[in-house]
């Protein structure tokens, strides 16, 4: 059963460090994305690769965020330094993205509270 | 820039009774069409999409959605809701830029 796989599931962190997200895609993906969904502002788009290669992470705060795919079975999303704004659910989902149509699999999210 | 609309943050529906979720998008050109569901503390799943094949879409558990150009709309309906069926769900589009924009969700309760 092809899954997205994100680790970790939960994390708390004090403000300042360092946070690292991983997201393993689907095999044969095409394309990459990365949501953030918060109480207030529900699902934010912050950033997207198509064949590893980032269209838009115009989403992204800039000055602390960074998001890469090292290969095609790893993303990473990293904070650094993660202040308590941030605290969030943090999803990754991967699509087979042909003509526009941007269908997108979920994992089950990486649950960030930072103190 | 492309968007969607859900109305009604939590809604309300007895075990039963039809559900009806409404989504309205901003275009003139027709754009991808998707209802997601979330349970707690999961991803989000699809429920069904619309890619232009067919006005009237079926999806997972029982649940159908129609697109309606000429409203702009793609509600989201199930005849009888069953407990099960409470959750957050979600309507997105995409125009054809690999983009997904979702809706501010609805929380559906059931009340039995």
């Known amino acids: 059963d092809a899954r997205v796989t994100q680790t970790p599931r939960d994390k708390v962190t004090e403000m300042g460090q360092e946070v690292t997200m991983r997201c393993q895609p689907i095999?044969?993906?095409?394309?990459v994305f990365w949501y953030r969904q918060t109480m207030m502002q529900g699902l934010e788009l912050l950033a997207y690769?198509?064949?590893?290669?980032?269209?838009?992470d115009s989403g992204m705060p800039k000055d602390r965020f960074s998001a890469e795919m090292p290969d095609a079975t790893l993303a990473t999303l990293k904070i650094q330094p993660s202040e308590p704004r941030d605290s969030a659910v943090y999803f990754c989902?991967?699509?087979?993205?042909?003509?526009?149509?941007?269908?997108?699999?979920f994992g089950q999210g990486t649950r960030l509270t930072v103190v | 820039a492309q968007s969607v609309t859900q109305l009604g943050s939590h809604v309300s529906v007895s075990e039963g009774a039809l559900v009806l979720l409404r989504c309205n998008y901003s275009s003139s050109v027709p754009p991808y069409l998707f209802w997601y569901v979330q349970y707690p503390n999961q991803g989000l799943q699809l429920l069904l999409k619309y890619t232009s094949a067919a006005t009237l879409v079926k999806g997972i558990n029982g649940f159908e959605a129609e697109f309606k150009k000429s409203e702009t709309s793609f509600h989201l309906t199930k005849p009888s809701a069953h407990m099960s069926d409470a959750a957050e769900y979600f309507c997105?589009?995409?125009?054809?830029?690999?983009?997904?924009?979702f809706g501010k969700g609805n929380q559906v309760v059931v009340i039995p």
């Open positions: 690769f198509r064949n590893r290669a980032p269209l838009d």
């Open positions: 989902a991967s699509g087979l993205v042909v003509g526009g149509n941007a269908e997108a699999f």
């Open positions: 997105a589009v995409s125009y054809g830029n690999n983009r997904l924009a």
């Open positions: 095999l044969g993906h095409n394309t």
